[in-house]
């Protein structure tokens, strides 16, 4: 009866420790996190958006960054930009990356004369790193395309706060 005793207050003990372990772990988790990474946009950027048919394309593009970089910890941040016509892709690429100093970034980020280009930058730690992504959108270089759209690039920057639980470093 004794023995049996010291058992169960054995295992309450165990208990107590893990889950007393499991929601410290979780409260440092929680506020290591860090802060969604502010990204200043590229000189002449603008986020007075002219009107035109451009507004589906570009908001979807809003959307799926937003979405990417969505995390448990919570919501991206993401700003849409108007860029003057003469604006390319080098020049974009590279403002922002001046900003990620020591950053990863994820492929190659070449410009392929595509409408839509994008890159994406992790941050250098090993806990949950921030992201942040950008695309970079041009007019369509079809007639019938164009018709609708202004003479305009735009740009969606978005910074996204730590990783998920199920993405710890292996």
């Given at each position: 009866?004794?023995?049996?005793r010291?058992?169960?207050?054995?295992?309450?003990?165990?208990?107590?420790?893990?889950?007393?372990?499991?929601?410290?772990f979780?409260?440092?988790r929680w506020?290591t996190?860090?802060?969604?990474?502010?990204v200043?946009?590229?000189?002449?950027?603008?986020?007075?958006?002219p009107?035109?048919?451009?507004e589906?394309?570009v908001?979807?593009?809003?959307?799926?960054?937003?979405?990417?970089?969505?995390?448990?910890r919570?919501?991206?941040?993401?700003?849409?930009?108007?860029?003057?016509p003469d604006?390319?892709?080098?020049?974009?690429?590279?403002?922002v990356?001046?900003?990620?100093?020591?950053?990863k970034?994820a492929?190659?980020?070449?410009?392929?004369?595509?409408?839509?280009?994008?890159c994406?930058?992790?941050?250098?730690?090993?806990?949950w790193?921030?992201?942040?992504?950008?695309?970079f959108?041009?007019?369509?270089?079809?007639?019938?395309?164009r018709?609708?759209?202004?003479?305009?690039?735009?740009?969606?920057i978005?910074?996204?706060?730590?990783?998920?639980v199920?993405?710890?470093?292996?």
């Amino acid at each position: 009866m004794w023995i049996d005793r010291r058992v169960r207050v054995a295992v309450a003990g165990t208990v107590a420790t893990i889950i007393l372990g499991l929601a410290a772990f979780a409260g440092v988790r929680w506020f290591t996190a860090g802060e969604r990474f502010a990204v200043t946009a590229p000189a002449g950027a603008s986020e007075k958006l002219p009107e035109g048919g451009y507004e589906v394309v570009v908001d979807l593009r809003f959307s799926e960054v937003h979405q990417d970089l969505r995390t448990d910890r919570g919501a991206a941040g993401v700003s849409t930009y108007v860029m003057p016509p003469d604006t390319s892709w080098d020049q974009v690429r590279s403002a922002v990356a001046d900003q990620l100093d020591g950053w990863k970034q994820a492929g190659d980020c070449l410009d392929s004369d595509r409408q839509r280009v994008w890159c994406t930058w992790t941050e250098p730690a090993r806990w949950w790193p921030r992201r942040v992504k950008i695309v970079f959108i041009r007019p369509p270089t079809k007639a019938e395309g164009r018709s609708a759209w202004p003479d305009n690039t735009f740009l969606v920057i978005g910074s996204g706060l730590g990783g998920d639980v199920w993405s710890l470093p292996g």
